[in-house]
């Protein structure tokens, strides 16, 4: 190989080396991704045990709650979807956390009154989780947008997990 070759071939693989996590990298901090993804997979989770507890679920009151978690469920995904795309971030995954598929297996093999109790403790402990992250990131995330989102979210993620502890017969949490 002569010079000429050498040199553009070094130059060629030093610009790749430079550039090249530059480019793979996404918009956004790491805070950032891992809100909106964590948000997209809690999101997911109460849609699909919100749909699971219509289709199984004879308890009118559980069923209305499930009416619920499923319309601002739905209307929190796609606010956060917009966020995400303002915060020029790619859109959220779809779909629910490996931790959380096998509560929803768990749950779609129960009937009668142990599919209502365990949706519910489900409710409890998927809305305390999301509020721990949405409080956070709230409090301090680096994105505006996302930042208000959360903010939002917050709200409504408090007054699903009161709603879910009050039909469980608990005490809300303040």
Known sequence: MNRIHRY?????????????????????SRQTRDFVDAMAHADAF???????????????DVRAFATKMLGDH??????????AAKAG??????????DQAPLLNG???????????TYLQHQRQAHQ????????????GDDPDVRALAARAVQTIAAH??????????????
């Open 8 to 28: 553009a071939l070094a130059t060629a693989m030093l610009s790749a080396a430079t550039l090249g996590p530059a480019l793979a990298q996404e918009p956004g």
């Open 46 to 60: 109460e849609i699909l045990e919100a749909q699971t507890a219509l289709a199984q679920s004879a308890d009118p």
């Open 74 to 83: 739905v209307a929190l995904d796609r606010a956060l979807a917009d966020a």
């Open 89 to 98: 971030l790619r859109p959220p995954a779809k779909g629910v956390g490996a």
């Open 107 to 117: 749950l779609q093999s129960l009937t009668g009154a142990a599919f209502d109790r």
């Open 129 to 140: 989780a999301a509020l721990t992250e949405a409080q956070a990131y709230a409090a301090s």
């Open 161 to 174: 997990r009161a709603m879910a502890e009050q039909m469980s017969g608990q005490t809300p949490a303040p």
